[in-house]
């Protein structure tokens, strides 16, 4: 069967099924075909624009996140610590390592945050990749506490995305701008429209009610020449009073 996954289909695990299945079953000496997903590399030894070539087979058209097997280097089992630098940079811790629980709130592992810089410190420049360090606990035999498994790292290689989600694609500022503003003008004109449209009807209301008004005065000095014409008659046919009488 073909490692090549349709458009649509990813790699996506969760932290605990990176640590509870995937890490320590490689632990383990369990995960003989996870290296199909999860390859050992010797992270340190490139630069991180160069690992996603070197990920899984079912993660290597992945344009987002890529996940590899870190061993414990030789300094670090004579107790020393562990050298981050690269031919044209080195990794940073950034903050605390912070505990990882599972589904039901046990702690599981722990996790580190680095970010690579170009250069060498202190004056190495920020870039945008970035890495989260995966270490297993287990149970010590000697106590109820939990110990770090040091022999065996999973890292997830990543660069920083500006989007709050990878997967909810959101156009550029550039790109809302301009749709903000062409909004604004399709608003503006349909408010200009609006307003000649209620202006032009206010004037025909005015115009209707002048003409009405001219039309009333004309008809009562009209009606009013017709009162004054049989006001001025004689009310009463004084020959025919007189006859009578």
């Known amino acids: 069967m073909s490692d090549i ?18 890490l320590l079953n490689t632990i383990q000496g369990k995960g003989q075909e996870l290296d199909r997903v999860i390859p050992v590399v010797h992270i340190y030894d490139y630069s991180p624009w ?16 890529w ?30 390592p912070g505990d990882v629980y599972s589904s039901n709130g046990a702690i599981i592992g722990r996790k580190r945050t680095m970010v690579f810089y170009v250069g060498r410190a202190p004056n190495g420049t920020k870039t945008s990749w970035k890495m989260n360090e995966y270490k ?14 040091e022999e065996l790292s999973l890292c997830r290689l990543y660069k920083q995305s500006k989007c709050i989600r990878s997967f909810d694609r959101r156009p550029s500022q550039e790109a809302e701008g301009s749709q903000t503003v062409m909004h604004h003008q399709h608003d503006d ?57």
């Open 67 to 96: 996940f590899f097997f870190l061993p414990k280097q030789e300094r670090e089992a004579r107790g020393g610590k562990p050298n981050r630098l690269t031919t044209e940079g080195y990794w940073k811790a950034t903050g605390s």
């Open 5 to 22: 996954l349709l458009p649509g289909f990813r790699f996506y695990p969760t932290e605990e099924e990176l640590i509870s299945f995937y």
């Open 189 to 245: 004109n349909n408010e200009a429209t609006t307003s000649e449209q209620n202006h032009k009807a206010v004037s025909d209301i005015f115009s209707y009610n002048i003409s009405s008004s001219e039309d009333h005065a004309a008809n009562s000095v009209n009606n009013w020449d017709d009162i004054t014409a049989i006001d001025n008659g004689p009310l009463w046919d004084w020959d025919q009073v007189n006859h009578d009488w």
């Open 136 to 149: 297993a606990t287990e149970l010590g035999e000697a106590s109820s506490s939990m110990q770090i498994t």
């Open 50 to 65: 160069d690992l996603p070539q070197y990920a899984g087979n079912l993660c290597r058209g992945d344009t987002e996140q």
